[in-house]
């Protein structure tokens, strides 16, 4: 079953496009590895499904219903969760109450998500400010769950992190995946991508240029698209 | 001896300065708006309680009771209205559209009222003549040590709402990063209304003692307003704890500033209020956006 | 891979188009039309003018100092104040009156160069709240001054010598001379190089700090002049209307007036604040008699221009046609550089 559709999306910063004509389908338990260079739009196009940025044209239905018009905190509600690309977490607040602010009912409690991510538990009455790359990490991911969510998007999870720290984010990560919980995750990293997700979508420009399953996609092609240097085979 | 009950009914004015000034911080704390309309809000709030009064003969602090919920529904509005939109304007519409409502508001008082002076001293009780007599020259008005308990209950009520209250929890959060507050579910403009329905109350509460101790009118706001920032803006913008500071601070300058010469008074509180500002701090505690 | 030419045809940057220069003469040939009032019109008809021009030079400067610098003070009235008393001072001593309000003006633009070292530190709130305790606290030493008339207010009996019809016309060429000196001073500061480093700053001061703009000199300059341009409106309010008193000239209703006329004619424009000024005029001409409700309805419209109208009547019409009749800015003209094909 679909969860999650995208139709003919357009987004702007300003006057900038940033993400013209993405149209996309997200089946529920599936998981998506979004690939591509630093300005291709990937960013953009999860902050617009969590409902942070408005889209300029296009549809985003969520389990059949037309949320185009919905508030981010509604869609949080719905089900949808945002691991945002910098982490983002409250500062000041101590990261047990970093998940306690996200909670909503479900199995995913503050205990739950300590479990999840035993490396929190000694810390987690240290304020966010406080924490290393990878800790930060982890608390943006159980914030993240602690929402309960039907959809969960993760963005750049690795960016900035030690390998170590990488290594231990994943694990969490494919625990989940066997839970079955759906996820679109924008990774820089190919192996990474393609080790986790089943199908794999490249954007450059704002657009989608490739689209298929790890199996069918050679590594090679995927790189072709990154760079967008399909366009210049194609002109020489 | 004197010098001594200038500083103790200085702490005892530095209570009010305090109450009055914890909305303004709330307020500026959570969404960095200046409301420039907070001292016509408290007057305002003394206004509505002198209607009840004309129609109920009954203590004033009862009929504060029919009051303080017109007013938290009317900063609900306020914010939902008005100041949400102001704020996606930019840094610079919310204050200028404060600035408007400020004198919206004085005018139509004016209107509705005339310009006489008013006191809601005597509709008190006996509590404005009570008083404690410690020594010759030193005495604590039971008034006095009422607004600094109210004071500092309201502050401390707060203090305890933010920090251990989901609600509370919610709005330091979107205090931080409203953006990130929404992608974790918090409805980011209802608790910036809930936060402005708070400091309206609060503001209420502080008219209701400026016109007991003192006299009021239509035009008493801006002072109010000018006193209420530089209670907060010595205590360091947004911390609470440091609002009572600031407040007592204030209050001392100016009641020592009488002693020499009670035209000095509130010359006195600026001229330590612009020292505050020049000095290397700029404020007694650390600016922190969120308390 | 062959390399693919692009052709770029030369770009001119471009300060005048024909629309603004000629708005510009034209404007210039009508202040020096203006000169001429006091002898075609009636004396009543000067003072309406005469306080015209007034606002429009407050509005100027609030608007140099909001729109162009970034600094929001809602204590402008302390150089009001301080330019209308210093007049009081300096006439006391000696000088003569429309001497005095010359010096009085430079005396207040003097006065904010020391302040400016320790205003231009504070970030926007402590700024603005520290500018209107500056103000208080000069209306509050003004008023232990007895030979300043104290509370209770002073006139400048040194008018007196002049007859009333020479009187306002002196008033009225002095500040049509300020008026029209401030404008042309802001004028020619916004065309020149330190005029683009102000509105780099106005537009984004990280960015022009990075690279390399002199952020504060940029503010202290329009400082400096906003408080010598205030206190010059404030010395032509006393000689304007004779009577001044701490409680209302240093008022902070004139804060209101200033944010009126800027918020109403677009805020960091140049036409806008005078375009502001005549509305002003014009409602105060209209219902100035109509007390508390005229003051209700400005402060209602300053509420609605804010949350509907936030770039002003000038800044709205400016960019919807990018239309300048006084030009500040630049334009860039010529062809488009060809795109490189897919």
Not at chain 1, 203 to 228: N, P, S
Not at chain 2, 186 to 212: E, H, K, P
Request: proline fraction near 3%; glycine fraction near 12%.
């Amino acid at each position: 079953m679909t969860l999650l559709a995208l139709e003919g999306i357009e987004a702007r910063h300003g006057l900038l496009p940033a993400v013209r004509g993405v149209s996309l389908d997200v089946a529920e338990g599936e998981v998506l590895a979004l690939v591509g260079a630093n300005g291709a739009g990937k960013t953009t196009l999860l902050r617009m499904i969590a409902g942070a940025h408005r889209p300029s044209a296009g549809r985003v239905r969520f389990g059949g219903a037309d949320i185009t018009s919905v508030r981010a905190h509604d869609r949080v509600r719905m089900g949808i969760a945002l691991v945002p690309e910098g982490r983002r977490l409250f500062p000041s607040l101590t990261v047990e109450e970093n998940l306690h602010v996200a909670a909503r009912p479900g199995r995913w409690t503050v205990d739950t998500v300590l479990d999840a991510f035993p490396l929190l538990r000694p810390l987690r009455n240290r304020r966010a400010a406080n924490l290393s790359g990878g800790e930060q990490q982890a608390t943006a991911i159980g914030r993240a769950l602690m929402t309960n969510p039907r959809l969960l998007l993760l963005d750049e999870v690795s960016l900035g992190l030690a390998p170590v720290a990488v290594e231990s984010v994943y694990r969490s990560l494919e625990t989940l995946i066997a839970e079955g919980v759906t996820m679109l995750l924008v990774e820089q990293d190919l192996t990474r991508a393609t080790s986790v997700a089943r199908r794999v979508v490249c954007m450059l420009e704002g657009r989608l240029v490739l689209e298929g399953t790890g199996q069918e996609l050679t590594r090679e092609q995927i790189m072709d698209a990154y760079f967008g240097l399909h366009r210049a085979r194609r002109a020489t | 001896m004197t010098w001594v009950n200038a500083v103790v009914q200085g702490v005892l004015l530095g209570g009010y300065y305090a109450l009055l000034a914890c909305g303004l911080a709330l307020m500026f704390g959570v969404m960095r708006i200046i409301n420039l309309a907070h001292g016509d809000i408290a007057v305002l709030g003394a206004y509505l309680i002198t209607v009840v009064l004309d129609h109920w003969n009954v203590n004033a602090f009862i009929a504060l009771v029919p009051v303080l919920p017109v007013m938290l529904i009317a900063g609900y509005g306020l914010q939902r209205t008005m100041l949400d939109r102001a704020l996606r304007s930019g840094v610079l519409v919310p204050l200028l559209a404060t600035f408007g409502l400020s004198i919206v508001i004085q005018n139509l008082l004016l209107e509705k009222f005339s310009p006489d002076v008013r006191s809601l001293g005597g509709n008190a009780g006996g509590l404005v003549t009570a008083s404690w007599q410690i020594s010759n020259q030193l005495s604590i008005s039971a008034l006095g040590a009422l607004i600094l308990g109210v004071a500092v209950a309201i502050l401390g009520g707060l203090q305890l709402f933010l920090s251990r209250t989901q609600a509370g929890r919610r709005m330091r959060a979107t205090a931080q990063d409203p953006d990130t507050a929404e992608l974790v579910g918090i409805d980011s403009r209802g608790v910036y209304a809930r936060a402005t329905a708070i400091a309206v109350a609060t503001a209420c509460i502080a008219g209701l003692f400026l016109a007991m101790r003192s006299t009021f009118d239509p035009f008493s706001g801006p002072t109010q307003l000018i006193f209420a920032f530089e209670a907060v803006v010595i205590g360091g913008f947004g911390s609470l704890w440091g609002t009572l500071v600031g407040g007592i601070v204030l209050g001392v300058a100016q009641t020592i500033g009488a002693q020499i010469d009670p035209q000095y008074s509130v010359l006195a509180g600026h001229l330590v209020f612009l020292a505050v500002l020049a000095s290397p701090h700029g404020g007694i505690f650390r600016v922190r956006p969120a308390t | 891979m062959t390399a693919v030419p692009a052709t770029t045809a030369a770009v001119r940057v471009q300060r005048w188009t024909r629309l603004s220069a000629g708005f510009t003469s034209g404007f210039g040939l009508f202040a020096v039309a203006l000169a001429f009032v006091p002898v075609a019109l009636s004396q009543t008809a000067t003072q309406k003018l005469t306080t015209l021009l007034i606002l429009v030079l407050m509005a100027a400067m609030w608007n140099a100092l909001a729109g162009y610098g970034g600094l929001v003070s809602i204590g402008q009235q302390g150089f009001i104040g301080l330019g209308a008393y210093g007049t009081v001072w300096l006439c006391n001593h000696g000088m003569s009156p429309y001497r005095a309000m010359v010096v009085a003006t430079l005396f207040c633009g003097a006065v904010s160069l020391p302040v400016s070292y320790l205003v231009l530190r504070f970030r926007a709130a402590q700024f603005a709240i520290a500018m209107w305790v500056l103000a208080e606290v000069a209306a509050i030493l003004v008023s232990f001054d007895h030979s300043l008339g104290a509370g209770t207010g002073t006139s400048l009996i040194e008018l007196n010598y002049y007859s009333p019809d020479a009187r306002q016309s002196y008033t009225y060429w002095l500040t049509l001379g300020m008026t029209a000196f401030f404008l042309a001073v802001l004028f020619v500061l916004l065309r020149s190089r330190m005029g683009s480093s102000l509105q780099a700053i106005r537009d984004d001061e990280e960015a022009a700090a990075s690279v390399g703009v002199r952020v504060v000199l940029g503010k202290r300059i329009l400082f400096v002049l906003a408080a010598a341009g205030c206190g010059g409106a404030g010395a032509m309010t006393l000689a304007n209307t004779l009577f001044i008193e701490p409680g209302s000239i240093f008022g902070v209703n004139f804060t209101a007036y200033m944010i009126f006329m800027v918020l109403v004619g677009g805020l960091g424009t140049f036409e806008g604040p005078i375009l502001g000024a005549i509305v002003l005029f014009l409602i105060q001409n209209h219902w100035g008699s109509s007390g508390v409700w005229y003051l209700v309805g400005l402060g209602v419209g300053a509420i609605l221009f804010a949350l509907l109208l936030p770039r002003g009547l000038w800044g709205t019409l400016r960019d919807r046609y990018a239309i300048q009749l006084l030009p500040v800015g630049h334009f860039l003209r010529g062809a488009r550089a060809a795109e490189e094909p897919a």
